[in-house]
């Protein structure tokens, strides 16, 4: 089959709605570049699958990868980059717009960059406010800083690069630690290099898993203002799913990449830092969501 110059890769999991203004947003707003869609269906329940095959007989660029499980983020792109004919992948959220061409103008922007591993435009708000992306990676420094609360403190929390998002520093082009995976684009010959993402990781951290691999063999994660999209979804991550996946894979990050004296230490800032949680958010505010995930996350560190 014809090579493409791009394979755009969404993840589906009961976003009916607005995966298909995602989906009309790309159509709409990429012209310039022979691109497809490829669709992965993380076994929706809410008729995302009979969306997507309507979409599959409306627009030509548009085909369905039914997973028949919900694999999570990783698996799923996996799955999908398999099906993949462009020479660069766009690993793109669901619940993103696209706008202003913003699509062409990443790739060429993208191809001007020596060893560039992953690229990423600025990602906006609804309301076109300016939305923090990716962070620093994990160390001693930051993840303790996290655990006390140290990098939510006014001055001493700007000076320490956090794991975190901070959205003060994405006002310019720059080379990053990692990205979110809201809108990656990645040569596929690269992703294949690589092995794609890490499939013991179910969701959270894996592309911050990714980078650091790339970043190992020599490639560059880069964050540039412009163009932009639209990501609806930036303000989410608080559940108790999201607190407790967070840790569970730092964790395993560690055992992964890390030296293994480092991992006693590691699980203590955790344990640390779900306890004083727990105590703060859990008991003396009486925040049921914030009990059962710091509950959950000490018998993950235990």
């Known amino acids: ?67 028949k499980a919900n694999l999570g983020f990783g698996r799923a792109n996996n799955l999908g980059v398999k099906k993949a004919r462009g020479e660069y992948l766009l690993l793109l959220n669901s619940d993103t717009l696209v706008i202003d061409n913003a699509i062409k103008e990443s790739l060429e922007n993208m191809k001007k960059i020596p060893d560039c591993g992953v690229f990423s435009c600025k990602l906006l708000n609804a309301d076109k406010s300016i939305q923090a992306s990716g962070g620093h990676f994990p160390n001693f420094g930051n993840v303790l800083a996290w655990q006390l609360f140290i990098d939510d403190l006014p001055l001493i929390g700007k000076l320490i690069p956090s794991f975190h998002p901070q959205l003060a520093s994405y006002d310019r082009n720059k080379q990053m630690d990692w990205i979110t995976g809201a809108f990656m684009i990645i040569p596929k010959k ?85 306890l004083l949680r727990l105590l703060i958010f859990g008991i003396i505010k009486g925040d049921e969501k914030a009990r059962s995930a710091y509950t959950q996350a000490l018998g993950l560190i235990t």
């Open 190 to 274: 690269v992703f294949d290099e690589i092995g794609g993402f890490d499939e013991n990781i179910f969701m959270y951290t894996e592309e911050m898993e990714l980078c650091f691999r790339l970043r190992k063999l020599g490639y560059k994660t880069i964050y540039q203002i412009s163009p932009a999209i639209i990501h609806l979804g930036g303000a989410s991550g608080g559940s108790v799913f999201a607190l407790t996946s967070e840790v569970k894979n730092m964790l395993y990050f560690w055992k992964k990449h890390k030296p293994k004296w480092q991992l006693p230490f590691i699980k203590a800032f955790f344990l640390i830092g779900s």
């Open 1 to 67: 089959m014809p090579k493409l110059d791009l394979s755009i890769i969404i993840i589906s999991y009961n976003t009916r709605e607005i995966l298909t203004d995602c989906i009309k947003s790309v159509i709409k707003h990429t012209k310039g570049i022979d691109y497809e869609i490829i669709i992965v269906d993380n076994d929706s329940k809410d008729g995302s699958l009979e969306r997507i095959k309507d979409l599959e007989n409306k627009y030509s660029q548009v085909s369905l990868v039914d997973a």
